[in-house]
């Protein structure tokens, strides 16, 4: 059993910049793909950015592709999302989340076995 916890959402404006932090229990977070959803009001969950388990490759939706950046430190059992020139449709609650099997970062909602309960982002103008 693993537990997700994300933090770091707040209100931003337009353009401006978080930084989520989404931390994993247990000794072995290296052990999962983990990956970022968000769900705005009304809208299905969508994938975001996923990363492997070592960390040394990444998977973005073209949508933050070049404004965010995915990370983990496995030691602190962290994943990381650093969002920048952040827009209004970037509003959202955004959810870590934890792959157990595969070698391919899923993209969707399906392929994860964990969830955190969410952090909301708003941007505003």
């Known amino acids: 059993q693993v537990q997700l916890v994300e933090s770091g959402g707040g209100l931003v404006q337009d353009g401006g910049s978080l930084r989520l932090s989404c931390a994993v229990s247990?000794?072995?977070?290296?052990?999962?793909?983990m990956g970022w959803f968000r769900q705005a009001p009304g809208k299905e969950r969508e994938f975001v950015a996923g990363i492997t388990r070592s960390g040394g490759a990444t998977v973005y939706a073209d949508s933050v592709k070049g404004r965010f950046t995915i990370s983990r430190d496995n030691a602190k059992n962290t994943l990381y999302m650093q969002m920048n020139s952040l827009k209004l449709e970037d509003t959202a609650v955004y959810y870590c989340?934890?792959?157990?099997?595969?070698?391919?970062?899923?993209?969707?909602?399906?392929?994860?076995?964990?969830w955190g309960q969410g952090t909301q982002v708003t941007v505003s103008s």
């Open positions: 247990g000794r072995f977070t290296g052990t999962y793909i």
């Open positions: 989340a934890a792959q157990s099997s595969g070698l391919r970062i899923g993209q969707g909602v399906g392929n994860y076995d964990y």
